[in-house]
Every structure is written in structure tokens, then in C-alpha cells.
């Protein structure tokens, strides 16, 4: 059985960007259009206020899951995480999720947004799970199809020791 921690995680590379955009088109954005489309992740893969991060077994093997972070001056925003459905429920998600928040706390961001689909109930209680909490109801916020829920976590400033 394979665990979390046979996992690499690595920032993407723009090769990644088209296997990316593939998952999200499959496993986030299913039943709607596709908008995070290999152009617009290689945009992010290459912004330097953004982390795009890859979990592989492999160096060279394929992405069993990835999270898209954008920040910005207050906060950092969850843009997207998927995980391939055959390592859902592992802890991948949760390990790409730390990683992410650890790298906000670094940057001196101390608050993380993100959207989920509203009724997404296990995607919203994986979140809750890490400490996020339902913050605003959004109606249509995905392609004015589908509504979210607004989720939001503080960071706990991290005190060095003396």
C-alpha cells in the first residue's frame, strides 16, 4: 500500500502544464466549461506570486495530485487541488494543503481563501477537517452554473524559539 510520504512534492514545471489542466478538467471542473486550460496554468506555473505544486511517486512519473496557490498582499487564495480519485482518502491532499499553508505562513500571509462547489459536501469536509471554516455562500459563482461556498482559514503566526 502506498502512503503519503511515497510521494514527492515538487513545484510544477511547464511540461506539467497540460496534464494539470487535464485534471482539473476532469476530477474540479466536471459538468461545467473548461477554464483552467494548459495556457492559463502554464500562466501560473510561471507567475511569480503563484506555487503550483505536483505530488509524483516518481520524479518522471505521472502528477497524483497538484494544488494551485496564488498570493496576494493580505492573503493567499486556494485557486485549485485535485488528487487522482485512486489516492483520494490517503492523505495526498492533506500533505499538498500543509505544504501550501506552511509556504503562506513563510511568505508573512496569515490567511487562506478558497472556493468550493457548494454541494461538494466531501471536498467541504476535507477542508473543515484542516481547520477552514464556511465563511460566505456565493450564488453562481462557477460559470453562473453552479454556487460555492467561500471557505477561509487563519494561520497561526508562527514565534521562533530564542
Do not use: C
Request: aromatic share 10%; proline share 5%.
Amino acid at each position: 500500500m502506498q502512503r503519503p510520504s511515497d510521494y514527492g512534492l515538487h513545484l510544477a514545471l511547464p511540461s506539467d502544464a497540460r496534464e494539470i489542466a487535464r485534471m482539473s478538467r476532469d476530477y474540479v471542473e466536471e459538468g461545467l466549461g473548461w477554464s483552467w486550460v494548459p495556457r492559463r496554468v502554464l500562466g501560473m506555473i510561471r507567475h511569480p506570486e503563484s506555487v503550483v505544486l505536483v505530488a509524483r511517486r516518481v520524479a518522471a512519473g505521472p502528477i497524483a495530485a497538484f494544488a494551485i496557490m496564488e498570493y496576494h498582499q493580505r492573503h493567499a487564495h486556494l485557486s485549485l487541488l485535485a488528487v487522482t480519485p485512486d489516492r483520494r482518502r490517503s492523505g495526498l491532499g492533506r500533505r499538498l494543503v500543509e505544504w501550501l499553508e506552511e509556504t503562506a505562513r513563510v511568505a508573512g500571509t496569515f490567511r487562506i481563501v478558497l472556493e468550493v462547489r457548494a454541494l461538494n459536501f466531501g471536498a467541504r469536509e476535507f477542508y473543515r477537517e484542516l481547520g477552514y471554516y464556511e465563511r460566505e455562500y456565493v450564488p453562481g459563482y462557477y460559470q453562473g452554473q453552479e454556487s460555492a461556498l467561500r471557505m477561509m482559514k487563519r494561520l497561526e503566526q508562527q514565534v521562533a524559539s530564542p
